[in-house]
């Protein structure tokens, strides 16, 4: 659950988003809203990348004002257009992430075969195309034992044969862990292999549920 109180994130002084008093169950959104609308201002913001005014709070008792560490450490984010050093290979992003999101051993694996990375993940990222750099951020993102995962236009760049397995492991996390999701799209989700979905729009400076 993701608490949000006096919420405000402003650019020179226009008003992005403001939610006084909102509040998102555990269970997977699809965060809907046109290009410029505040989607990725808003992900980033809950993913503590972003300064705003207010607090968020996870599971009722961590604040990102108060806990920012430990709140950090149960929230990932995955990029819309993701960027890694070029001189590091997934293996060592991957090892990374791991260490400092206190991971499981050997929890990428699934991850990393089932995208079918076996065969590059130990190859330099400047090797890499647009769409291996996606799939390597949706396994990041998964790393740890997260309260929430925030992925941004995760359908971006990422082939149709890769779409079904990116939500069965949504839908895995979520029913065997718990995890809340906050997709962001311009666009409607059309795909049915994602269950019981609620859709979120971003208009006015504000989030709210479709009537």
Not at 169 to 196: C, K, R, V, Y
Request: aromatic letters at 10%; charged letters at 20%.
């Amino acid at each position: 659950m993701l608490e949000f109180h006096d919420f405000h994130k402003a650019y020179n002084g226009h008003t992005i988003l403001r939610l006084p008093d909102f509040s998102i169950d555990s269970g997977i959104y699809w965060l809907r809203g046109h290009n410029g609308s505040g989607k990725s201002t808003f992900l980033q913001s809950v993913a503590g990348i972003l300064s705003f005014e207010g607090d968020i709070v996870l599971d009722k008792h961590l604040s990102i004002k108060k806990h920012p560490a430990a709140y950090r450490n149960k929230v990932n984010f995955a990029e819309a257009e993701p960027v890694f050093p070029d001189f590091l290979t997934g293996t060592d992003l991957i090892r990374l992430f791991k260490s400092a999101k206190q991971a499981p051993a050997r929890q990428e694996e699934p991850y990393v075969e089932s995208m079918g990375m076996s065969a590059y993940v130990t190859a330099p990222i400047s090797t890499y195309s647009s769409g291996m750099l996606k799939k390597l951020a949706l396994v990041l993102a998964f790393l740890g034992r997260p309260g929430c995962i925030l992925l941004d236009e995760p359908l971006t760049t990422l082939d149709a044969d890769s779409l079904p397995i990116l939500f069965s492991w949504i839908t895995e996390q979520q029913q065997q862990a718990g995890t809340t999701f906050l997709l962001s799209s311009h666009q409607e989700l059309e795909n049915d292999m994602l269950p019981n979905v609620r859709e979120m729009l971003v208009a006015g400076a504000t989030l709210h549920y479709p009537a």
